[in-house]
C-alpha cells in the first residue's frame, strides 16, 4: 500500500513540475513613448487678413463669403475640424418705462465644420454689417497631414 501512495505522489509532483518547466518566458514588454511633438507657428487668413484687423464696411462684406485658411511659416496648409463665428452688432432697445431708445449690441456666434461660411450666414452679415460691428473667428480646431490635432489662432475683425 505503501508503494502506491509513494508512486501516486511521485506522479503527482513530478507531473506538476513538467508542467512548470514546459512553459515558455513571455517575451519582455517592449515600451513605445510618444514622441514629442512641436507644433508649428500656425496663421489663420481670411482673405489677405490675419489676426486683429479694422477694415471698412465694404471690405468686410466682402471677405466674409471667403473660406478661412490656416498656413504654417512654411507654407504647409492645414485641414479645419472646426471653428466658431462670432457677430457682434450695433442694435437699439427702447425702454418701456420712457420710451428712450438706448444703443445696446446683439451677438450671434455658432460653431461650424466647414468654410466658408453658409450661405445664410453670409448674405444675413452682409445685409445687417455697419460701422463699429465686430466679427469674430475663434476656438479654430486643424489637423495636420499626419493627424495631430492643433488650434490656429483667431482672427478678429472690426468694422471701421
Do not use: H
Not at 509513494?6 to 512548470?20: E, K, N, Q, R, W
Not at 508649428?40 to 466674409?64: H, Q
Not at 418701456?96 to 452679415?125: C, H, N
Not at 445687417?128 to 483667431?154: N, S
Amino acid at each position: 500500500m505503501k508503494i502506491f501512495q509513494f508512486a501516486f505522489l511521485f506522479l503527482l509532483f513530478g507531473s506538476s513540475v513538467l508542467s512548470v518547466t514546459a512553459q515558455k518566458k513571455a517575451p519582455p514588454k517592449t515600451v513605445k513613448y510618444a514622441v514629442k511633438f512641436k507644433a508649428p507657428k500656425l496663421i489663420t487668413l481670411l482673405g489677405n487678413f490675419k489676426d486683429s484687423v479694422s477694415i471698412n464696411a465694404g471690405d468686410a462684406e466682402n471677405i466674409i463669403g471667403l473660406p478661412l485658411r490656416i498656413v504654417d511659416d512654411k507654407k504647409n496648409v492645414y485641414t479645419i475640424s472646426s471653428y466658431q463665428f462670432l457677430y457682434k452688432k450695433n442694435v437699439v432697445t427702447e425702454d418701456e418705462v420712457s420710451g428712450k431708445v438706448l444703443p445696446t449690441t446683439s451677438i450671434v456666434s455658432d460653431r461650424f465644420r466647414s468654410t466658408p461660411l453658409p450661405d445664410v450666414w453670409v448674405t444675413k452679415v452682409r445685409e445687417q454689417l455697419r460701422a463699429k460691428d465686430f466679427l469674430y473667428f475663434f476656438d479654430i480646431i486643424v489637423k495636420d497631414a499626419q493627424g495631430r490635432v492643433m488650434y490656429a489662432p483667431e482672427v478678429k475683425i472690426t468694422v471701421l
